[in-house]
């Protein structure tokens, strides 16, 4: 797990006007290593992140926003749920299912 902070946010984002006002990464043991070979450490693909936002709309901008690069470039899919003003991105390499599971706990 990687708790991001504003020098270390890759994005630049971290705490920037409508953006996450924090940020952590996890890795999920279901996903094998040989299949994010190559990926960072703290990689979505790895497992995921939350983001929490301000506000709720903002969170919902994030989404929209990340669907859109994934409509112009599929290698970028992902699974992202919004709970409020929590973003949650899951790896493509989960099941809908698995998926699920995750934004079902994020809701509890």
């Keep these: 797990?990687?708790?991001y902070t504003a020098d270390n946010d890759p994005n630049h984002l971290l705490g920037r006007p409508h953006q996450y006002v924090s940020k952590t990464a996890f890795t999920d043991a279901r996903i094998q290593p040989a299949d994010v070979e190559g990926e960072d450490e703290d990689s979505v693909t790895r497992g995921g992140?939350?983001?929490v936002f301000a506000t709720a709309a903002d969170a919902q901008a994030r989404v929209d926003y990340i669907a859109g690069i994934i409509k112009n470039?599929?290698?970028f899919t992902e699974y992202d749920y919004v709970h409020g003003t929590e973003v949650l991105r899951v790896s493509k390499l989960l099941t809908p299912n698995q998926a699920e599971g995750l934004e079902t706990a994020l809701k509890s």
């Design 1 to 3: 797990m990687k708790t």
């Design 73 to 75: 470039m599929p290698v």
């Design 49 to 51: 992140s939350v983001e």
